[in-house]
């Protein structure tokens, strides 16, 4: 083999692998625990590949990660639906390693009114 022909090779290699690792679906989460959060909408994010959330609680950001915008849009969620200061309460699965951090399930509103991500039961949904 040539020496551009393993450059490339090792290169394609790499990059595969990369990005397997990037996208993690739930494994980085404790799907098995389920935490309540309030706090003050810091950020709302709707991009992809994943909608966030920060959330101020305490004086402490969280970074809270919601499924993909597409996904979101079809559970009811819009790239308008949270803004700052907005106050909320929100139920989450937290991370394994990063503390104040985790993935979105629901946001209560003060109104009452709640979204929920609603997410199919292979990625931790019910």
Partial sequence: MTRVARFVA???VGL???GARA???VSTYRMDVVETLAGLVVKWEFGSP???LTLGV????????GAPPRWMTGQGFTAE???PGEVVTIVHHPHRSTP???ILMEVRRADGSVLKVNRPAALGGP
């Fill in 50 to 52: 994943h909608t966030w």
């Fill in 16 to 18: 595969l692998s990369a």
């Fill in 10 to 12: 090792v290169l394609a």
């Fill in 81 to 83: 639906s949270l803004v």
């Fill in 100 to 102: 104040q951090a985790g």
């Fill in 58 to 65: 305490d004086g402490v950001d969280w970074q809270i990660e």
């Fill in 23 to 25: 996208h993690h679906g």
